[in-house]
């Protein structure tokens, strides 16, 4: 059971848009603490995606977004492509926990 | 360019013990936090391990705490985490992360190093 809550799996078609959502507590997300995303695509290594809520690493493109609001958070990806295929984990920081969390990850399917 | 190199890995016995090493490079290793974070066969993602740039402060994960330590060496640029008492559910890939501080972003990864605990 993980602290963060993610959908096990979304799908959607090329050039559809896709949200995956992570829902915490008030120790966590509502504790203020930022969110990330991370992706990680079949046999590698996670990926860091978004930082901040919202923030976009230099050469991750624009079709993916993040976003936050009071206990949850969630990662927009438009203009599916098929190598989006991956599985995506939101982490945060757990102050009662003293830890960073991961959510339990969401596998994302284009169609 | 930032590289994190883990090593180490391999196949052990319950109750036995194992070192993981992570080389860095391409950045000021004793300017940043790093973490190790572990995932098991078909899992998701487990954070494990914090140390800060100095050693001042360290965190595990309930599932570890009493079991591993980790450590660093600011002049080799390398990060260690030593198991102890292995069980088959620290059966995992474990990674090496670097971290802005305790609760930023883990924004560079090594590739991984495999643990395999199986009598």
């Known amino acids: 059971q993980s602290v963060l809550t993610q959908p096990p799996s979304v799908s959607g078609a090329p050039g559809q848009r896709v949200t995956i959502s992570c829902t915490g507590s008030?120790?966590?997300?509502?504790?203020?603490?930022?969110v990330h995303w991370y992706q990680q695509l079949p046999g590698t290594a996670p990926k860091l995606l978004i930082y901040?809520?919202?923030n976009r690493p230099s050469g991750v493109p624009d079709r993916f977004s993040g976003s936050k609001s009071g206990t949850s958070a969630s990662l927009a990806i438009t203009g599916l492509q098929a190598e989006d295929e991956a599985d995506y984990y939101c982490?945060?920081?757990?102050?009662?926990?003293?830890?960073?969390?991961f959510g339990g990850g969401t596998k994302l399917t284009v169609l | 360019e930032v590289q994190l190199v883990e090593s180490g890995g391999g196949l052990v016995q319950p109750g036995g013990s194992l070192r993981l090493s992570c080389a860095a490079s391409?950045?000021?290793?004793?300017?940043?936090?790093m973490n190790w974070v572990r995932q098991a066969p078909g899992k998701g993602l487990e954070w494990v391990s914090y140390i800060s740039s100095s050693s001042s402060t360290i965190y595990y994960a309930d599932s570890v705490k009493g079991r591993f330590t980790i450590s660093r060496d600011n002049a080799k640029n390398s990060l260690y985490l030593q198991m102890n008492s292995l069980r088959d559910e620290d059966t995992a890939v474990y990674y090496c992360?670097?971290?802005?501080?305790?609760?930023?972003?883990?924004?560079?990864w090594g590739q991984g190093t495999l643990v395999t605990v199986s009598s």
């Open positions: 008030s120790s966590n997300i509502g504790a203020g603490y930022d």
């Open positions: 901040g809520n919202s």
């Open positions: 982490q945060s920081y757990d102050s009662s926990l003293s830890a960073s969390v």
């Open positions: 992360a670097r971290v802005w501080d305790s609760s930023g972003p883990f924004d560079y």
């Open positions: 391409g950045f000021t290793f004793s300017s940043y936090s």
